[in-house]
């Protein structure tokens, strides 16, 4: 054997026996609290299972319509599965950025060998997304910054007489112009039929002008839980479980303000031109990260509840703290007992028009 090609054999041989490079899959989704809950729970279980798999995390999911449309456009998905609200999922799906899932083929029944739809119940509202978690967009309030009486009412965020200072809401139509309208006096159950007319958005734009100049309008779900720790704001609004960190976890002087919470949906889609590895790839992760047990353990780190019945009884106490979940939960009795149900299929019509119409009102 020549030099040439022995060099050549050992080359091959030294290859053959070193561990494979690691296969990085994509998972988008909302950083923060809720990511962490998500690493510990799905990701680093997953990756142990499957230590050939490198689960690179990206915080995108509030842009994930505009970047998935650019990079379908580009044909290059760079993304393998993403966390996605329910109104986003159903735009994604109706435009062809996501793939159909079939619960019943591609994910797992419940222990007890209940069906998938059946377990789900009626939180599948898209064909091409699969829930996770009930969550609620809320309002928290420094304790020390409020006075001698703590608000009780949404409407705290328009009274800035009582409550003086800076607020923070998201740079964002959604959950703004709910809350305006119902501060301004509108039923719960005919705010969307208000905001459908030319004169229900001037009302609600007009509400949120009272407060405008004492705005800090954020982006990132992380902005409102820092600036609440820094004092820099009375009050804001962010996802309840960014709350909870932030009172339970790192001890701020914070308290949730649970009325007109607005409850949503959040949950996996997969998009469209993945390459066959690739889309088989992101399947058994969903398959794995959407069965009962992944469910209720990501409870054990954040208070969303989990959106499979079979999830409910396995959620105990916080996997860190060690404290009782359930009353930290949105859908707990208590905290729902002025509770607003996002309308996922309403914004899913009419986003891409507010969202341009929001833009323009905080220019001016």
């Known amino acids: 054997m020549s030099f040439k090609h022995l060099t050549l054999g050992i080359c091959i041989a030294a290859l053959a026996a070193s561990p494979a490079v690691a296969d990085d899959m994509t998972i988008v989704s909302w950083g923060g609290a809720y990511q962490k809950s998500q690493q510990k729970a799905y990701h680093e279980p997953y990756m142990k299972l499957n230590p050939e798999i490198n689960i690179i995390n990206s915080d995108s999911s509030a842009e994930a319509v505009a970047k998935l449309r650019a990079m379908t456009e580009a044909g290059n998905i760079t993304w393998d599965v993403v966390d996605a609200v329910a109104s986003d999922a159903i735009r994604m799906c109706d435009e062809g950025l996501a793939m159909i899932i079939d619960p019943e083929k591609d994910l797992n029944p419940a222990p007890d060998g209940t069906s998938v739809t059946k377990d789900?119940?009626?939180?599948?509202?898209?064909?091409?997304?699969?829930?996770?978690?009930?969550?609620?967009?809320?309002?928290?309030?420094?304790?020390?910054?409020?006075?001698?009486?703590?608000p009780t009412s949404i409407c705290a965020l328009f009274d800035l007489e009582t409550y003086p200072g800076k607020r923070a809401l998201e740079k964002r139509p959604i959950n703004n112009l709910e809350w305006a309208l119902y501060c301004d006096g509108v039923e719960k159950d005919e705010i969307y039929n208000v905001l459908e007319t030319e004169e229900g958005l001037a009302r609600a734009f007009a509400k949120l002008d009272t407060i405008k100049d004492q705005v800090i309008w954020y982006t990132a779900f992380a902005d409102t839980p820092q600036l609440l720790a820094s004092g820099e704001i009375v009050m804001g609004s962010t996802f309840n479980g960014r709350l909870f960190a932030l009172i339970e976890e790192q001890k701020q002087?914070?308290?949730?303000?649970?009325?007109?919470?607005?409850?949503?949906?959040?949950?996996?889609?997969?998009?469209?031109?993945?390459?066959?590895?690739?889309?088989?790839?992101?399947?058994?992760?969903l398959r794995f990260a959407t069965d009962t047990q992944r469910l209720a353990d990501q409870a054990k780190y954040i208070p969303y509840g989990p959106a499979r019945i079979s999830s409910a009884a396995l959620v105990g106490k916080h996997a860190e703290l060690g404290i009782d979940m359930a009353p930290h939960m949105p859908t707990n009795p208590v905290n729902a007992k002025n509770s607003f149900l996002f309308n996922f299929t309403w914004w899913a019509d009419y986003r891409d028009d507010l969202d341009a119409k929001f833009q323009t009102?905080?220019?001016n």
Request: proline share 6%; net charge negative; with cysteine.
């Open 361 to 363: 009102w905080l220019a």
């Open 253 to 285: 002087p914070v308290a949730m303000l649970w009325d007109a919470q607005v409850f949503d949906l959040d949950g996996w889609i997969i998009p469209v031109g993945l390459s066959d590895e690739r889309k088989k790839r992101a399947l058994d992760y």
């Open 120 to 150: 789900f119940n009626d939180l599948i509202v898209s064909e091409c997304h699969i829930p996770n978690i009930v969550y609620s967009t809320t309002v928290g309030y420094r304790t020390d910054l409020v006075g001698d009486t703590p």
